[in-house]
């Protein structure tokens, strides 16, 4: 049989969240399945077991009579390096990677299908949202990852001003066209946009489709969420240095957030806080605009503190990997000293 996709998925202490996943995809084959009158579905799934203590061998053996799967172990080394694994092993003209904190909507393989069409795409991604399912918190989180007004709405939710840069938890590139440019790097964080930096660097062509989005559960609280945005904010020095240029301004805006927080601290020991009315406006818009975006009052009430979070997050993680290079002189594999999945 054929095989156009091979879904390569990497887990760490995660099998509830990679059993909603699989169970998303035997939906979809389900659907297709209908739709082909029985025909064979056209991809595989390789899950990448990377060290975990938690295993999510017997999750891929609940689904192995139903959907292609293969499960894979190896010693923790992270997930660019769980992906890379997959991809050794991967039956499929496309590779497509997805977190195992995703879930699959329906209609994703045909919006990717119809992108495809003319044969021009190298590599693609598509957006996020939040399931109506998922918590207050989580409906905040995405909010604050995809709104404008936080600089999330930079990461793809849509078309973009300048090149389109395909992030891992939905990722699709020419499995020849991967192992062209060696697959994903060593990097700790950083290494989605590494990769689609070098694709572009090698002349192939990348894409955003719009309709070909997941469900995407993030983090489950404020401070993992703060971890997160402060890793990337870290990686953004790191790859500007690897790829000059590809750092923007807006890029810089919330490590300029963080600096007039500051400034409006030291106010308050000057004169009253004058400096926190645009601080309060701010929390209002992000307060109306959660609403207008979520539809629900708890995830908009928890929308102000979700985008300070990634605001602040992401720009001290900035400043802190600017220091450790530029100041310091820290060579920039070792900007990044803690480990994975924190």
């Known amino acids: 049989m054929t095989i156009r996709y091979s879904i390569i998925i ?3 202490n995660r099998p509830d969240e990679l059993k909603e996943l699989l169970e998303s995809l035997f939906v979809l084959k389900k659907e297709r399945s209908a739709v082909d009158s029985g025909q064979p579905v056209d ?3 390789i899950v990448v077991e990377d060290g975990s203590t938690v295993r999510s061998e017997e999750i891929c053996t609940e689904f192995a009579n139903a959907l292609d799967v293969t499960y894979v172990y190896q010693e923790n080394a992270g997930p660019a390096a769980a992906r890379n694994t997959g991809s050794r092993s991967a039956r499929g003209e496309w590779l497509i990677f997805f977190d195992s904190d995703c879930i699959i909507p329906q209609g994703y393989f045909d919006a990717v ?5 003319d044969g021009s795409i190298d590599f693609f991604g598509g957006p996020d949202r939040a399931s109506a399912e ?4 989580q409906k ?3 909010y604050a990852m995809t709104s404008f007004l936080t600089t999330g709405g930079i990461r793809g939710g849509r078309r973009k001003l300048d090149r389109y840069y395909p992030r891992s938890f939905n990722k699709g590139v020419r499995k020849t066209a991967f192992e062209d440019v060696g697959g994903f790097s060593g990097l700790r964080f950083g290494e989605d946009l590494d990769l689609s930096m070098r694709l572009m660097k090698a002349g192939y062509h990348s894409v955003l489709i719009e309709d070909a989005w997941v469900y995407h559960k993030r983090r489950t609280d404020l401070k993992k969420f703060f971890k997160q945005v402060y ?4 990686a953004r020095v790191v790859l500007n240095r690897l790829h000059p240029g590809t750092m923007k301004l807006v890029h810089l805006l919330p490590s300029v957030f963080v600096i007039y927080i500051l400034a409006a601290l030291v106010s308050l020991f000057i004169s009253p806080g004058v400096m926190w009315y645009p601080v309060g406006i701010l929390v209002l818009i992000l307060f109306i605009d959660g609403f207008r975006s979520t539809g629900s009052p708890e995830a908009a009430l928890l929308a102000p503190p979700a985008g300070i979070v990634q605001l602040c997050g992401y720009g001290t993680g900035l400043v802190h990997a600017f220091i450790l290079i530029h100041v310091l002189g820290r060579n920039k594999a070792s900007a990044f000293e803690e480990t994975f999945y924190k």
């Open 10 to 12: 990497p887990v760490y």
């Open 43 to 45: 991809w595989e799934i």
């Open 113 to 117: 299908n119809e992108a495809l069409r």
């Open 134 to 137: 998922f918590s207050a918190t």
């Open 140 to 142: 905040a989180i995405d």
């Open 231 to 234: 890793n990337s904010g870290m």
